[in-house]
């Protein structure tokens, strides 16, 4: 208990404390920036002073500040506007929705001037709903974009959609070749249709306007708030380095990482950003990670606790519904799919990846790495396991990134190590009706095996990866609840539903361990920061499909309210 009276009470609720039991309080009390009590209505409310803001619950939840674990956040700001235009499901409906948006952009743009965008996504698109064979192509925005140069990226950010000025732009014509774990689509001609996957997008990103310090500073400052209105108060910034330069999501480190630092600087990062540093590109290879690395050392913060990098990215393979995840059974349409690095063979590319591990393990960081096959995933476990054998680091806390398919035997390791899991609740609601057509109904009900992850003793992390998803956590809590897909309702996978409180935990808790922070926030206890969000309601009474409709009615940041609905 504190000895001077709180600043803050918030009293007359349900405190879901998210600690080791799970335990449930009426009262939790503010001092400063740290949580000074938890306990009764009467024990907490009894602390008052004539200065301390008392906020009655009436019944109403408390979490702890939600982190999401996975968020490109730097990137998401780009996307709105003014940077960029959203062609994402529901903004748009169709091709002739996409179209309508990109010519209402050209009407404010310069001659040549880029437009961006983010979002579409085929299985919401009408006209290829309505003929299997109809894809976006460049004549889709040439109609309406002849002069200016057009890049739409997907809602997964492993596929850009292209019009013919921004092919010429780039020299990207039937005799250009797609870089390698890069593919070109092609018509019959042989001429590129628009679309471009995988690392072949760098062959457009790379030219498109990099954006100022103070542009970056502004966007991060916009995503801020709106993570605010969520309850969010943490989240992993996953990518910024040398690896994406030229990338929508990346950018050059110095200018990325500048602006956050600029920010904390100045006081006005209101959120706790963990950084991975992206120090090779998709497709590249072990010397790539080791010149990365010598690029980005470490770079320093004014605050650890506001923004810190502490680990490392690296891209093992593709995704799903592009076909490109590294697969032991084969699409039903044929293929693999692959790994995304460096070497001319499977067994090549194996080594590679496990030298890339091997590099980054030993320089002493932490590994984020985007994997998403059962074939893939399985190899990336086995390199932690190498390299942590050749070169033993007891806590080191690396982590499957996605981890879509990943089975029981990597599962099992991973709790034998203290590794970690981020999977994506809210991107499976997204898919899974798609997904059934991509691998086939057993797989797809299988994708993000979240209830055996925990059972295996795996810490799960849960996240939006936006801009991918949008970063709402009672989206992927619901998700995780039911199962249910977003196109039909239709159950995917049952017997991986898990319970609320395992659900709370991969938003909380678990992230925290993920950013090594587990023992100063993540959950309501005495001593921790405070990190806090109201809901609007008995999160323990609500329906689970009720749970997208919950509103955050105050947020709390380093014990500061910094938003009120």
Not at 25 to 40: K, L
Not at 190 to 213: C, H, K, N
Not at 435 to 450: I, K
Not at 501 to 530: C, I, P
Request: net charge negative; proline share 6%; glycine share 10%.
């Amino acid at each position: 208990m504190s000895e001077s009276p709180p600043t803050l009470i918030l009293t007359g609720g349900q405190v879901l404390t998210v600690d080791p039991g799970f335990s449930v309080a009426e009262a939790v009390a503010v001092s400063g920036r740290e949580i000074t009590a938890v306990g009764t209505d009467a024990e907490v409310r009894a602390l008052a002073g004539p200065a301390t803001r008392v906020v009655e619950l009436d019944g109403r939840t408390v979490l702890p500040g939600i982190n999401d674990s996975h968020l490109h956040g730097a990137a998401y700001g780009m996307t709105k506007p003014p940077f960029a235009i959203d062609v994402g499901h529901p903004a748009v409906r169709s091709i002739a929705d996409i179209t309508r948006a990109v010519a209402g952009a050209v009407l404010f743009a310069a001659p040549g001037e880029w437009i961006i965008g983010l979002g579409w996504d085929t299985g919401y698109l009408a006209e290829c709903l309505a003929d299997a064979r109809r894809f976006p192509h460049r004549r889709d925005l040439d109609e309406v974009a002849p002069d200016n140069p057009v890049c739409l990226t997907d809602f997964s950010s492993h596929m850009v959609w292209a019009n013919s000025a921004a092919l010429r732009a780039c020299g990207i014509d039937a005799d250009r070749e797609a870089p390698p774990g890069g593919v070109i689509d092609r018509d019959h001609d042989g001429d590129p249709t628009g679309i471009l996957r995988e690392a072949a997008q760098g062959l457009l990103q790379a030219a498109l306007p990099s954006p100022t310090v103070a542009q970056r500073r502004q966007a991060i400052r916009g995503v801020v708030d709106e993570l605010h209105s969520r309850g969010i108060t943490s989240y992993t910034e996953p990518g910024l380095g040398p690896g994406g330069t030229g990338t929508l999501f990346g950018g050059l480190s110095t200018d990325n990482w500048t602006a956050y630092a600029e920010l904390v600087a100045a006081g006005e990062l209101d959120a706790r950003v963990s950084v991975l540093l992206l120090p090779a590109p998709m497709g590249g290879s072990a010397d790539d990670v080791r010149k990365g690395l010598a690029e980005l050392r470490s770079p320093e913060s004014a605050d650890p606790r506001l923004l810190r990098a502490i680990g490392v990215k690296i891209f093992a393979d593709g995704v799903p519904p592009n076909r490109t995840a590294w697969m032991s059974e084969p699409y039903p349409e044929g293929g693999h799919g692959a790994l995304c690095v460096h070497g001319d063979t499977p067994a090549l590319q194996v080594d590679e990846l496990r030298e890339m591990i091997g590099v980054a393990h030993e320089a002493g960081f932490q590994l984020g790495v985007h994997v998403t096959g059962d074939r893939a995933i399985e190899t990336v476990v086995d390199a932690f396991v190498a390299a942590n054998a050749a070169s033993p680091r007891p806590d080191a806390r690396h982590y499957v990134i996605h981890g879509d398919f990943i089975g029981a035997e990597s599962l099992a390791a991973l709790a034998a190590h203290g590794y970690g899991v981020n999977m994506n609740p809210s991107i499976k609601w997204t898919i899974s009706d798609l997904m059934d057509e991509v691998v086939g109904p057993e797989r797809s009900a299988y994708q993000w095996p979240v209830r055996s992850a925990f059972e295996a003793g795996v810490s799960v992390c849960a996240s939006s990866d936006a801009p991918i998803t949008e970063p709402d956590w009672r989206q992927g809590v619901a998700a995780m609840l039911l199962r249910e897909s977003k196109a039909s309702g239709r159950r995917s996978g049952a017997d991986q539903c898990v319970d609320l409180a395992r659900a709370l935990r991969a938003y909380t808790v678990n992230a925290a361990r993920q950013d090594f922070a587990e023992s100063w926030k993540g959950t309501v206890e005495v001593g921790k920061v405070a990190d806090l969000c109201v809901l609007d309601r008995d999160l323990l009474a609500t329906d689970p499909h009720d749970i997208t409709g919950v509103e955050v009615d105050l947020t709390v940041f380093d014990g500061r309210v910094v938003f009120e609905r």
